[in-house]
């Protein structure tokens, strides 16, 4: 199945200790390319999104997007009481035994270990749902691309029709491209009747042979079409061979052009040019 590069998932999910919120998008890249913007506290996440995005796609330049913001009661610092009521028992016990002792302030006491409770949430756990919800944004991802890769190849199905009813229609035009043929071999040989030179006009009748046979650039096209077809059919990417086939595609249809001696196969010759470079633009998103 044809999967395309372009795609966009966003994830949110709300769990005790805060909200988590993840984004990815893909565009198309010649390779996979992955970057990363993760909060610090999750930055160690990143080795297995980058294993997990190998795992699962093979181009396109993927950007995920990690926001974690706390709860807020976990965020919220709480004085624990029975440590302070410890902390000034202790104090007392000092004063009493060193009569004049200064005492510290409240601000002091705050910053005693122990007396302010301002644990935050429990980021292993926030680390387990954050790679949840990675998987569930990723194969939302891979969905995203096969639906996407889908129209693509319904696109591309559509021009390699067109390019077979040009291929066709060249065909169609053969008698009348045999006949003009003719007709330029008269007037090249009306052209030399005074010398009459036996290697020259074999060596005309050789060029205008040549000149006007497209039989091998039409089934080369058709065998090309054959083959885009049943890429689009193939498992794993295919982007790369699409691509190389536009080229082979282009490739025919030129020589065809060059090969033309009547107006209509040269027309021919520019659709084709035109399918193949739209089929091209599209297989540029294929990954």
Do not use: W
Not at 106 to 116: D, N, Q, R, T, Y
């Amino acid at each position: 199945m044809v999967h395309s590069m372009t795609a966009f998932s966003r994830q949110d999910r709300d769990t005790a200790a805060g909200t988590l919120q993840l984004e990815l998008r893909s565009v198309n890249q010649r390779y996979l390319e992955p970057h990363f913007r993760l909060p610090e506290a999750l930055r160690d996440l990143e080795p297995m999104f980058r294993e997990a995005l190998r795992a699962r796609l093979a181009r396109g330049k993927v950007e995920c997007t990690l926001r974690f913001e706390p709860a807020g009661d976990e965020a919220a610092p709480a004085v624990d009481r029975r440590r302070l009521a410890a902390l000034a028992t202790a104090l007392e016990e000092v004063r009493e035994s060193v009569p004049g002792t200064a005492m510290p302030d409240a601000l002091s006491l705050l910053g005693h270990p122990g007396v302010l409770d301002s644990r935050g949430p429990d980021m292993e756990a926030v680390k387990q749902e954050a790679l949840a919800l990675f998987q569930a944004a990723l194969d939302d991802l891979v969905a995203g691309r096969a639906r996407e890769g889908e129209k693509l190849a319904a696109l591309i199905r559509e021009r390699l029709n067109a390019v077979n009813a040009q291929v066709a229609e060249v065909r169609r035009l053969m008698p009348q491209i045999l006949e003009r043929q003719r007709a330029q071999l008269l007037e090249r040989l009306e052209a030399i009747r005074a010398e009459l030179d036996p290697q020259r006009l074999e060596a005309e009748l050789v060029l205008l042979a040549q000149k006007a046979d497209v039989d091998e650039e039409l089934d080369r096209l058709a065998t090309h079409v054959a083959e885009v077809e049943r890429q689009l059919g193939q498992p794993g990417p295919v982007g790369r061979r699409l691509d190389f086939l536009m080229q082979e595609l282009n490739r025919e249809a030129n020589t065809l052009s060059s090969k033309s001696v009547v107006a209509a196969t040269t027309r021919c010759a520019v659709e084709l040019k035109v399918l193949i470079e739209q089929m091209r633009e599209q297989i540029q998103n294929i990954e």
